[in-house]
């Protein structure tokens, strides 16, 4: 593909439909956006302006739900944000070294148009890999302010000797 006559079309578009229409489209100048670039400074985060009602946000580059993961001697702290989401609507399941969550997210307006829709809904369920093996059965769970915590107790056992026959 040729991107100079590429541009030089969006430039002609751009002549006949108006500069909003264009800008709306691509968040600044046809140009910027072919160079990668929106306000003269390199595009940094993928933006999503389009969505369409009950529609789950596009991430490729980006999990939802977001998380961290800290550990001690003792456990694993994950925190994981989940704003605007009821603690009826999440649900968490483990094995080996994987921690799932699944949910749902609703919309807050049952009756209504969507103009604009940024904001994800829908079903979402992400899988967290953790580096060793979890204990099961010492784990905690705690949901407040939109904040899933999960505390596991780390399953460590002192190095063996083995014997060989």
Avoid: C
């Avoid at 006949?16 to 910027?32: K, L, T």
């Amino acid at each position: 593909m040729d991107v100079d006559k590429l541009k030089q079309w969006l430039e002609l578009a751009q002549k006949v439909q108006g500069n909003d229409f264009w800008n709306s489209i691509f968040d600044g100048s046809p140009g910027q956006q072919m160079a990668g670039q929106v306000n003269g400074q390199p595009e940094s985060r993928t933006r999503y302006n389009h969505f369409q009602p009950n529609q789950n946000a596009p991430s490729p580059q980006e999990d939802f739900p977001k998380v961290d993961i800290y550990t001690n001697n003792r456990e694993w702290m994950v925190v994981i944000d989940l704003p605007g989401i009821r603690k009826e609507d999440v649900s968490l399941s483990m094995a080996a070294n994987k921690l799932t969550i699944k949910g749902v997210l609703h919309s807050p307006y049952k009756d209504a148009t969507v103009i604009r829709a940024e904001r994800a809904n829908g079903h979402f369920e992400r899988t967290i890999q953790l580096p060793e093996l979890i204990n099961e059965t010492r784990t905690a769970a705690r949901f407040f302010n939109g904040v899933l915590e999960v505390r596991i107790m780390r399953n460590l056992t002192p190095e063996r000797n083995i014997r060989i026959d």
